[in-house]
T-cell receptor, first 107, second 110 residues
């Protein structure tokens, strides 16, 4: 099956800093999504992005499907950005999740 | 906004009990999913359903079954709960690929 690798596993930032999270896939996917799990365990869908670039406020994501990777950019980070960021990919609705990047933003 | 509601936030059951976890979505989505999340293992798919009365096994279906009698409701059943099923359980529904999750049920089997 598809393998999903995320890097880095942990990231500590000072408030206001920018960061890039990466997701690599072992095989082609036609469904790729980024999620944020907040400290209370709620999983929020950030982007559905099987290819191309999307932006939503301070967050943006780029997927290069031909090279099987996706990037999540966080600009001007805030303490509320803390939590775990997951990417997930697969075919149709059957998603394989990566292990996540744990982000801590310090005030 | 999509609303996916899981019946319990926390649940404690005993070994051998039959346990029902309920999930309801309000957006008429055809696809629904059950995952479990464990430290170090991430989210793993247990079962999913593409339509009423249809179900497909995910990566870890052993010890679980599901029921989808109505489009909006997807139930996860632990036939005979065991301690290794202590976990966080997350339900999701999707339309055109984008998955939306409930708040999760933290289940403890004693």
């Amino acid at each position: 099956g598809i393998q999903v690798e995320q890097s880095p596993p942990d990231l500590i930032l000072q408030e206001g800093a920018n960061s890039t999270l990466r997701c690599n896939f072992s095989d082609s996917v036609n469904n790729l999504q980024w999620f944020h799990q907040n400290p209370w365990g709620q999983l929020i869908n950030l982007f559905y992005i099987p290819s191309g670039t999307k932006q939503n406020g301070r967050l943006s994501a780029t997927t290069v499907a031909t090279e099987r990777y996706s990037l999540l950019y966080i600009s001007s980070s805030q303490t509320t950005d803390s939590g775990v960021y997951f990417c997930a990919g697969g075919s149709q609705g059957n998603l394989i999740f990566g292990k996540g990047t744990k982000l801590s933003v310090k005030p | 906004d999509v609303k996916v509601t899981q019946s319990s936030r926390y649940l404690v059951k005993r070994t051998g009990e039959k346990v029902f976890l309920e999930c309801v979505q309000d957006m008429d989505h055809e696809n629904m999913f059950w995952y479990r999340q464990d430290p170090g293992l991430g989210l793993r798919l247990i079962y999913f359903s593409y339509d009423v009365k249809m179900k497909e096994k995910g990566d870890i279906p052993e010890g679980y079954s599901v029921s989808r009698e109505k489009k909006e409701r997807f139930s996860l059943i632990l036939e005979s709960a065991s301690t290794n099923q202590t976990s966080m359980y997350l339900c999701a529904s999707s339309f055109e690929g984008t998955q939306h999750f409930g708040d999760g049920t933290r289940l403890s089997i004693l």
